[in-house]
C-alpha cells in the first residue's frame, strides 16, 4: 500500500526562523515526491517536485530514499510563506497521486 | 495555456436530492482526470481518476460516481445524498504522463 505521513498538522514559527515541514512515505517501488501549497483563498498549486531538484521561494525538498522521507525546508520563513502545505505521492506506472494530510504553517511577525 | 474549470463553487444540498459537480479543462488533449475530497485534518482523498472517455477508476467505495462523457469533461454525481457526504471536492488534471497535478478552485458541497 502506499501512503504519505505528514506528523504535523500546525508549524508555528517567527518570521526569518527556518523551517521544516516533514514527509515520510511508504511505497515499495520508485517513487516521484511533490510539494503542493494552499494559500488563503487560491486553489491548491504545486510548489516544487523531486525529480526537478530546484529552490522555489526559497524552498528546497531532498528525497532520502533510506529514511523514505522528503522533507521541505526554508532557512528563513517570511509572513507570506503560511499557508496549508501537502505533500504528495505519485506512484510510478499508475495514474494515482496520494496525499498526506496536510501542515499548517503559520509564520509569526 | 491550460485551464481547469469547475462549478459550482459552493452547493448547499438538502439529504437525499441528487448531485452533479462538473470539471473541464482546456488546452490539452486526453488528460488525465480526478476527483479528491478535501476534509479538514484528513487531507485529499482520491475519489475517482479516468485516462481515457468513459474509463473510470474508483479508489474508495461510496455513495458517488463519476463520469467522463467528453474528453475533458469529469463529472461528479450522486443519486441521493448523504449528510457525510459533506465537504470540499476537488478536480485536478495530468497534461501527459510527467506532468504534476493542477487543480481547480474547487466545490464546498454542504448537505443539510
Known amino acids: 500500500a502506499q501512503r504519505v505521513t505528514q506528523p504535523e498538522k500546525l508549524l508555528s514559527v517567527f518570521k526569518g526562523a527556518p523551517v521544516e515541514l516533514k514527509c515520510n512515505y511508504s511505497?515499495?517501488?520508485?517513487?516521484?515526491l511533490f510539494w503542493y501549497v494552499q494559500y488563503s483563498r487560491q486553489r491548491l498549486q504545486l510548489l516544487l517536485r523531486?525529480?526537478s531538484r530546484e529552490s522555489i521561494k526559497g524552498f528546497t525538498a531532498d528525497l532520502n530514499k533510506g529514511e523514505t522521507s522528503f522533507h521541505l525546508k526554508k532557512p528563513f520563513a517570511q509572513e507570506e510563506d503560511s499557508a496549508m502545505y501537502y505533500c504528495?505521492?505519485?506512484?510510478?506506472?499508475?495514474?494515482?497521486?496520494?496525499f498526506g494530510s496536510g501542515t499548517k504553517l503559520n509564520v509569526k511577525p | 495555456s491550460q485551464t481547469i474549470h469547475q462549478w459550482p463553487a459552493t452547493l448547499v444540498q438538502p439529504v437525499g436530492s441528487p448531485l452533479s459537480l462538473e470539471c473541464t479543462v482546456e488546452?490539452?488533449?486526453?488528460?488525465?482526470l480526478y476527483w479528491y475530497r478535501q476534509a479538514a485534518g484528513r487531507g485529499l482523498q482520491l475519489l475517482f481518476y479516468?485516462?481515457?472517455?468513459?474509463?473510470i477508476s474508483s479508489e474508495v467505495p461510496q455513495n458517488l460516481s463519476a463520469s467522463r462523457p467528453q474528453d475533458r469533461q469529469f463529472i461528479l454525481s450522486s443519486k441521493k445524498l448523504l449528510l457525510s457526504d459533506s465537504g470540499f471536492y476537488l478536480c485536478?488534471?495530468?497534461?501527459?504522463?510527467?506532468?504534476?497535478?493542477?487543480f481547480g478552485n474547487g466545490t464546498r458541497l454542504t448537505v443539510t
Open positions: 504528495a505521492l505519485r506512484v510510478y506506472n499508475f495514474n494515482k497521486f496520494y
Open positions: 511505497y515499495s517501488g520508485s517513487p516521484e
Open positions: 523531486h525529480i
Open positions: 488546452g490539452t488533449s486526453n488528460p488525465n
Open positions: 479516468s485516462v481515457g472517455i468513459g474509463q
Open positions: 485536478a488534471y495530468r497534461g501527459s504522463y510527467n506532468s504534476p497535478l493542477h
